[in-house]
């Protein structure tokens, strides 16, 4: 018998003390592969110890646990955002942009786009300075870039004059608040960084297979709860991030004049899970332009609406358009925190509970066509998405109301001009 | 022409400003039929107007509304519960409960099932003074209402000894918390109502079908947000609710080494939504018993857990359970609030890399299980749900492994008792 070698030795003294062993970096290749293989051996591969195999980076260790089929829940490292990639766009309801003021600490270092509403004609826009990198687009930019027949079908007006800013962005992510909200401010005054917490949002993954009662697991604080399947806890991409606001709620009108306020802050993040439809409300919305661009995109835009948002449906359709195809090519949605302050006192605006009931009675229908249509596997891009969902609308709800029909309508022609913008590029 | 009759002057009048008319529950019936006529065909029956005429409780004119299909989202008006309407059940695990010192204020009030774990044998239990009604079962209970053999199946040892306070309770809510808890104090030290907060949970509709995201619809402070269907409003009843708790996470043992810590509250109460899977914790949780009350069971018992909450099983599958009956018969499970404070230190136990490892394996097999099977709509009661489940687990799962075939045998076992104890009634 030949006595143990230096090398087994030296294995069978690390092995005995594995789990105290925090970094393996600077181990020589055939000395960690050998003690990769001998912590196998011995059945002390705990998850703690593989973490420590993983973080040396080793490419044949890498691919030894893959061929293992270990799946591993990585704790995500944000990326580090350059300001580049994020575009904050806005749109002009009215002249007076002078609640840009507040934003300015939040704001300022990044790309602002904003879309004056074709209704506000020639009047000039008051932008506040101290934002040094900003576009401003207006009617003419916009027959000029998408032609006057197509505009006249897309309807960029009123709420909707956003999805031209969506439109000409050329950034990551976007961010979407409403003129008519400001910063909430922390107990010492200081506005909250709505930007950074939608980007936490969405450079997180999403969990809409599984529920976790503690939220978003990727949250500072939070975490998977016991009984979480591991096999789950990688997440999926997250496109969108629906945030909420303080003050009043985004209600229907009768709601709104009951006074009915919303005065704390609920400290959660949620994936609206896989098959469950939403009502995504237009006020402070970010979304991963690369990922799902097109879908963010309405069309159902009904007579008179556009200018009050508890008048309008184009956000609620929207919603359910982009919850059909994330649901289909598997990205997260996620409601919640951040929130902002609104300022709009609901209250005060004339009550119509007509264009409610119109409202209403399309969601009757609108709702369960969104919860019953299934998407065809050969659709695998958002534009061969938004073109099923057309196709679909046209089949089934065409006939229901012909504000369903334009919308289709709309909605083509969006993919249309989105498809031939972005193939100049 | 004949003149304008006197009634048809009252009418006109009344009906030019109906808008403004609060109460009309004097009126005579005769008086206010005509005028509810009047009003629809005036058009002015808004949702204002008809919440007055709803007020009356008139017979004619419910049934009028009825016969017309307008529905209405009622706020519900909490019952006034009866404090013989509520059984907290709690498990001695250790002989001291000294822990129901800082319950008296919430609890002493209403009746407390305390269920001795058997293998405490004949230590005596500490139980504070201050709480008027109150039951102890122990093992020779179990023995004398179950019989041994039933026993030996049920195993109601461990956390599971709580199945057997399900069992014996003869109120319509059980609420239970582990006894590692205490209440949460606001910031005048006043211990927070956690039996009220669960009782508003379930005796107000759940919402399952669409997301919320202004969170539960029915909690003070909140409401449906625009875009809710309405015909969706009514909610369905809410069979469970799952409380959270604050400190020691419930998470796997891995997280708990790290010390995390949940330190604030979300102050939110969410419905999960139809067709998504949760993973229930025991640690604080409360439901309907004569709604749902045995599908409160798990039967899944690992080999040596069930005295240390993040090494059990038996509640993770116990969630499933419900949740797929609740699903299948249109009942409603909420998650968030209420709050208790967990007082148990996770750091300190030891880890159990291999307890974890053997739980996460069955899970990546019951998890797709339960997402998949769908209960066959003979099945209208709770016992016939859970015996389609035994049936589909002993098909699917029980050939995966041992202890799915142990826990259908123990399913089967409780449903049989549970019944014949019932039927007693």
């Not at 897309?154 to 962005?169: I, K, N």
Request: aromatic letters at 8%; hydrophobic letters at 45%; charged letters at 20%.
């Amino acid at each position: 018998m030949r006595p143990p070698s230096l090398l087994s030795l030296t294995i069978a003294s690390a092995l005995a003390h594995i789990t105290d062993i925090v970094d393996l970096t600077d181990i020589p290749d055939f000395l960690l592969i050998e003690l990769f293989l001998g912590t196998l051996r011995a059945g002390k591969l705990t998850e703690k110890v593989l973490k420590v195999f993983i973080a040396t980076g080793n490419p044949h260790i890498l691919s030894f646990i893959e061929s293992l089929g270990i799946k591993i829940a990585l704790t995500p490292i944000l990326p580090t955002l350059k300001d580049d990639e994020v575009d904050i766009v806005i749109t002009a309801l009215k002249p007076d942009l002078g609640f840009l003021e507040e934003w300015r600490p939040v704001f300022s270092r990044f790309h602002l786009i904003i879309v004056k509403d074709p209704d506000l004609l020639d009047a000039d826009l008051k932008i506040p300075p101290g934002f040094p990198s900003l576009d401003v687009y207006n009617q003419s930019d916009m027959e000029s870039l998408v032609g006057k027949k197509a505009l006249s079908l897309l309807q960029f007006t009123g709420f909707s004059a956003r999805y031209f800013g969506y439109l000409v962005s050329r950034r990551r992510y976007i961010i979407f608040i409403d003129a008519d909200c400001i910063p909430v401010r922390d107990d010492l005054g200081h506005p909250m960084d709505v930007v950074n917490q939608h980007l936490v949002n969405l450079t997180t993954p999403a969990t809409p297979f599984f529920f976790n009662t503690l939220y978003d697991p990727y949250i500072k604080g939070s975490d998977f709860v016991r009984g979480y399947p591991f096999s789950l806890r990688c997440g999926v991409d997250c496109a969108v991030s629906c945030g909420l606001w303080l003050n009043t709620p985004d209600c229907d009108a009768s709601v709104l004049k009951s006074g009915k306020r919303i005065e704390r802050i609920a400290d959660a993040v949620i994936t609206v899970p896989k098959g469950t439809m939403f009502a995504l409300s237009g006020v402070n919305v970010a979304f991963n332009r690369e990922l799902i661009g097109p879908a963010l995109f309405s069309g159902l835009v009904l007579a008179g609406e556009g200018k009050v948002r508890h008048k309008t449906m184009e956000d609620i359709w929207c919603g359910m358009c982009v919850k059909t195809v994330c649901d289909h090519l598997g990205y997260g949605v996620k409601s919640g925190a951040p929130y902002v302050q609104r300022c709009v006192d609901g209250a005060t605006e004339q009550e119509s509970p007509e264009c409610t009931m119109v409202a209403a009675n399309l969601l009757e229908v609108a709702v369960p066509f969104f919860q019953s249509i299934r998407l065809p596997r050969t659709a695998i891009s958002t534009e061969a998405c938004m073109l099923e969902i057309v196709k679909l609308v046209r089949e089934k709800l065409g006939h229901a109301d012909s504000s369903f029909a334009r919308a289709a309508d709309s909605m083509e022609e969006w993919v249309g001009v989105w498809r031939s913008l972005h193939a100049k590029l």
